[in-house]
């Protein structure tokens, strides 16, 4: 699986932005996707994971409530509408497949990345 990521940008804090993962080559559709972050200096960082249906999804503790991870199976894309946007959300977000159904928070059940798109939030 090939994951493209898109739809980053700059946004002043406070406001909201839009970002999606597309697959090409095999579909993710029965593959748990999850969003992780990296900001500069830190440690990649899980952000938001949703299961094969749709059904089941996880949240980082520092981002629930303001951002929410949801996915089209007929379009083959999982998207992260993040509201509220702090300058601490600055980061390049991955998305990412893991190898089962069910999403988790662990980033070494994650096995396809796609190249990250940067979210830059200004003061």
């Known amino acids: 699986v090939q994951l493209q990521a898109s739809g980053g940008g700059l946004v002043q804090a406070g406001g909201s932005l839009n970002i999606s993962c597309a697959s090409s080559?095999?579909?993710?559709?029965?593959?748990?996707v999850a969003w992780f972050r990296q900001a500069p200096g830190k440690e990649r960082e899980f952000v938001a994971s949703?299961?094969?249906?749709?059904?089941?999804?996880y949240y980082a503790d520092s981002v629930k409530g303001r951002f929410t991870i949801a996915r089209d199976r007929t379009k083959n894309t999982v998207s992260l509408r993040m509201n509220s946007l702090k300058p601490e959300d600055t980061a390049v977000y991955y998305c990412?497949?893991?190898?089962?159904?069910?999403?988790?928070?662990?980033?070494?059940?994650?096995?396809?990345w796609g190249q990250g798109t940067l979210v830059t939030v200004s003061q």
């Open positions: 990412a497949a893991a190898r089962t159904s069910y999403g988790s928070r662990r980033l070494n059940d994650y096995t396809a």
């Open positions: 080559g095999r579909t993710f559709s029965n593959n748990a």
């Open positions: 949703i299961s094969w249906s749709g059904g089941v999804t």
